[in-house]
């Protein structure tokens, strides 16, 4: 979701239900399923162009896509020499990504649904952990699930991440609960690559993308880009 304006345009995190404060009696997965059934798809089902810009350098190996979607991240990889797993919470959204996976042929992409506030990855056993606009308007441990991912990341591995930085332009009085979700990227470079003798921050800046409105103005994203190389 920068470099490819195609995809830039079309894929449309920052939508309207993600303005909406979430329905307080549904659980994450009541309220993720939700979503996701409620639309044949969501998302563009494309990868994000910041991600392929990034991981394209990067020698294929094994992969998890936390908080996956319908797993255009993960076909992506998987089409580009990755063993990649999707994990997301909504069975709708991973099965979405699995049927795709099958029309494509591509065996090397694997989903399943996840809660990763409850998830224990095995240490050192991924080349690559990536998360893009993993970030929701219910309930999640963000940090502390991204604090487990990277204890998963062997030696020379990377942990990416790809986040609103703000709300997007045409939101004019954006809501305390949008705004609670954007992302530091400094900040979370301070707290995710640690021990810091662990950790080479290879990127960690804010990056603007054109985007469309939902009223069809143009306008535009603000994404906050982490690349942690393990050393
Ligand atoms: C904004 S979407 C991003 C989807 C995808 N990465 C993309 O770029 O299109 C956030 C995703 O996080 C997932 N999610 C939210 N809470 C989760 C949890 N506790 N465990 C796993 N996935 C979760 C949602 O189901 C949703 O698919």
Redesign the pocket.
């Known amino acids: 979701?920068t470099g490819h304006p195609q995809h830039a345009v079309e894929?449309q995190?920052g939508d309207t239900a993600?303005y909406r404060a979430a329905e307080p009696s549904l659980s994450?997965?009541e309220h993720?399923e939700q979503?996701?059934s409620g639309l044949e798809r969501?998302?563009?089902g494309k990868v994000?162009a910041t991600l392929a810009d990034v991981v394209g350098e990067f020698e294929p190996g094994t992969s998890i896509?936390?908080?996956?979607?319908?797993g255009?991240?993960v076909l992506w990889l998987a089409e580009h020499g990755w063993q990649a797993r999707g994990?997301?919470?909504?069975e709708t959204?991973v099965g979405r990504g699995r049927a795709e996976a099958a029309e494509r042929g591509l065996e090397q992409a694997t989903f399943a649904a996840?809660?990763?506030?409850a998830?224990q990855p095995e240490p050192d056993s991924v080349d690559l952990v990536t998360?893009?606009?993993?970030?929701?308007e219910?309930?999640?441990?963000r940090r502390e699930?991204l604090r487990r991912a990277a204890s998963a990341i062997r030696p020379g591995g990377h942990l990416v991440t790809?986040s609103h930085a703000a709300p997007p332009s045409w939101a004019d009085h954006p809501p305390a609960h949008l705004i609670e979700r954007m992302i530091d990227v400094r900040t979370e470079a301070e707290q995710l690559a640690r021990p810091v003798e662990d950790w080479a921050v290879e990127v960690a800046e804010e990056r603007r993308r054109p985007a469309v409105s939902p009223d069809g103005a143009p306008g535009e994203h603000v994404d906050a880009v982490l690349v942690l190389r393990r050393r």
């Open positions: 979701m894929h995190h993600e994450p997965v993720w979503r996701y969501i998302w563009s994000n896509d936390l908080g996956c979607g319908e255009g991240d994990l997301d919470i909504s959204a996840t809660d990763l506030d998830w998360a893009s606009f993993f970030q929701s219910v309930a999640l441990e699930i790809i």
